[in-house]
């Protein structure tokens, strides 16, 4: 080694020669080294394409590419990533890729291993997967990954170290179509709406089917209250990108929120079972945007009739509703318990959440299913106490700031049952500001 080079580039060139000695290599859209041959490295390449795009195919494509070339490890460890974020088992392929890993490069080899303690649900599965992204920074499917968006449950939950990750990275992807987008998500969430519009827009400019991109600019029509113009303007991409966008049902979701606030109660049961009930939804998507949308109507007032919970029910695992993985899941578990007036189902995910190890389990969730039984049992105003106690806290839930505001809208529901007018008004006030203010 020259004295004169540092450690990590000797290492990497160390072992890129070391890779070309073994195996075919190619690069992929960010020149980091692929040991496979050509065929398989240009299905790689389009696979992370849709990736990083938030588009249907990844998967077709990753299966195509290990097919090629099964000892292509970073093939089958980004499948089982595919996989697993799909909600299905993902640990065939993360062995897949662990059996394969010696034939790869070190990048190669710490993202199988990232992929397999998160697949494999082990208890350092997000100090793996942090490590990985410090030694490879310019792992775009890994940070994409990493992140809570539409595409992903994300690999770092607490919402200001996805915020902190992101932004650590400017500099190495700079404009990238992808980066901008997914920049501009991160940008809505700190209530930075001009920025992110703009972030969103420029993706949008480059890459017009920008999932992230697209995702974000729902979200800033939402949070700036321009719901006329947000409907039209959701309604419009989605038509373009039905097709080809992954969870297109969030996006019904998010123009259904714009119908609710303008009134047009026919118009969001119309979309709920075109565009958002299954088979349109499935498993916790069908909790997070189906049974969601389901109890805001309910809060509304806007769904005549009984609520068709047990038709979005049908489509989600029974364990989801009483031992959810994450308090986001947790969350909408108690919303959909609550939307079919389940009290004892409430009251098991309570005790269910008071014995997690987990402190948001006992601090938060907890709260929040004897809130909502409180509510379903006809008891509006300890509901709103417990509600008002754990607001300063909703944040630990998780999710965007669009899927907890139905907490506020409940607690407001329970404000108004039990008669509580005038902090119900003071409610609605700080609401209809928050919605007005300029934000930057």
């Known amino acids: 080694m020259s004295p004169t080079m540092p450690a990590y580039l000797a290492d990497t060139l160390s072992d890129r020669l070391a890779v070309i000695r073994r195996r075919p290599h190619e690069l992929d859209h960010f020149d980091l080294l692929l040991t496979t041959d050509a065929s398989a490295a240009a299905l790689y390449r389009e696979a992370q394409h849709r990736l990083l795009a938030v588009q249907v195919g ?43 890993a010696m034939h790869a490069s070190a990048r190669e080899r710490s993202f199988v291993g990232a992929v397999a303690a998160r697949v494999g649900r082990t208890a350092n599965r997000k100090a793996r997967w ?5 030694e490879h920074p310019r792992d775009a499917v890994a940070l994409n990954a990493a992140v809570p968006t539409i595409a992903s449950s994300g690999a770092v939950e607490v919402t200001e170290q996805a915020w902190t990750l992101v932004e650590s990275r400017q500099r190495d992807f700079g404009a990238h179509w992808w980066f901008t987008g997914l920049l501009g998500w991160v ?16 993706s949008l400019s480059a890459q017009p089917g920008a999932g992230h991109a697209a995702h974000a600019m729902a979200h800033v029509y939402y949070e700036s209250g321009r719901h006329i113009e947000g409907l039209r303007w959701l309604d419009d991409w989605v ?38 009930a299954p088979p349109h939804t499935t498993g916790l998507r069908a909790l997070v945007d189906g049974v969601s949308l389901l109890w805001r109507a309910h809060l509304a ?15 989600v695992d029974p364990d989801m509703l009483t031992a959810p993985e994450t308090p986001f899941a947790a969350m909408h578990a108690a919303l959909a318990l609550a939307a079919r007036e389940d009290a004892v189902g409430l009251r098991l995910l309570g005790r269910t959440a008071v014995l997690d190890r987990r402190p948001v389990f006992r601090d938060l969730v907890a709260p929040f299913a004897a809130a909502l039984g409180a509510l379903v049992a006809g008891r509006a105003d300890q509901s709103a ?4 106690d754990l607001m300063p806290r909703v944040a630990g839930f998780g999710g965007s700031k669009a899927q907890r505001d139905v907490v506020e809208q409940t607690l407001l529901y329970a404000l108004v049952r039990s008669g509580r007018s005038l902090p119900a008004q003071q409610l609605v006030q700080l609401r209809l500001d928050r919605a007005e203010r300029p934000r930057g």
């Open 239 to 276: 038509a373009r990108n039905r097709r080809t966008t992954v969870n297109a049902a969030h996006y019904s979701w998010h123009a259904a929120l714009h119908e609710l606030a303008l009134g047009a109660h026919d118009d969001v049961r119309r979309r709920w079972y075109r565009e958002i």
């Open 301 to 315: 007032d806007a769904w005549e009739g009984p609520l068709p919970v047990e038709l979005a029910l049908d489509a």
């Open 130 to 134: 942090l490590r990985h992204l410090a």
């Open 187 to 202: 940008r809505q969430e700190q209530d930075r709406l001009g920025e992110a519009g703009e972030l969103a827009s420029w």
């Open 58 to 100: 990844a998967e077709v494509l990753l299966r195509r590419a290990v097919a090629q070339d099964p000892d292509f490890a970073l093939g089958h460890a980004t499948l089982a990533l595919v996989v697993h974020d799909a909600g299905r088992d993902g640990r065939p392929h993360a062995r897949a890729a662990l059996r394969s």
């Open 385 to 388: 106490e417990l509600l008002l």
